[in-house]
């Protein structure tokens, strides 16, 4: 598997549910335990994303990433404490003009989108070389 980590996703979800539409479940389980493993090395985790971000296999398709579990963990200014969650989902989509646009649901507490784009724009366009394990 070789190309931008949300190209090889994008293959992967559409490989998984193919196998399901067929029945082949040797594969299916094949194709879900690589988009685990691929998820898990490259989709944000700490830095406030501290639930750790999970593709969402049922709302996804190959022209479509779902990312669930992007709740956003904030920190009080002047305390340095923690004050609360915001709840996001990111979903990823074809564009034309750019390989993809994002989208994040949730409140935009501190223009916490803003981050949550950035850092799924950077982790989505990682250039992604696997020999298979």
């Known amino acids: 598997m ?29 194709h879900e335990d690589d988009i685990v493993r691929l998820c898990d090395r490259y989709l944000p985790s700490g830095s406030g ?17 779902v990312v669930s579990h ?3 963990h904030h920190m009080h200014p002047e305390t340095g404490m923690y004050d609360g969650w915001t709840e996001h989902t990111v979903t990823v ?10 989208s994040i649901s949730g409140r ?6 803003d981050y949550i784009a950035e850092v799924f724009n950077e982790c989505l ?3 992604v070389v696997e020999t298979g394990e």
């Open 125 to 127: 366009n990682t250039e």
């Open 108 to 113: 935009d507490r501190n223009g916490i989108k």
């Open 70 to 72: 992007c709740d956003f």
């Open 49 to 65: 994303l501290d639930l750790g971000p999970r593709l969402d296999l049922g709302a996804s398709t190959g022209e479509k990433l």
């Open 93 to 102: 989509r074809p564009s034309l003009r750019f390989g993809f646009r994002i």
């Open 2 to 30: 070789t190309g931008r980590l949300y190209q090889v996703l994008a293959a992967l979800v559409d490989a998984c549910h193919r196998c399901a539409d067929t029945g082949n479940t040797e594969w299916k389980s094949r």
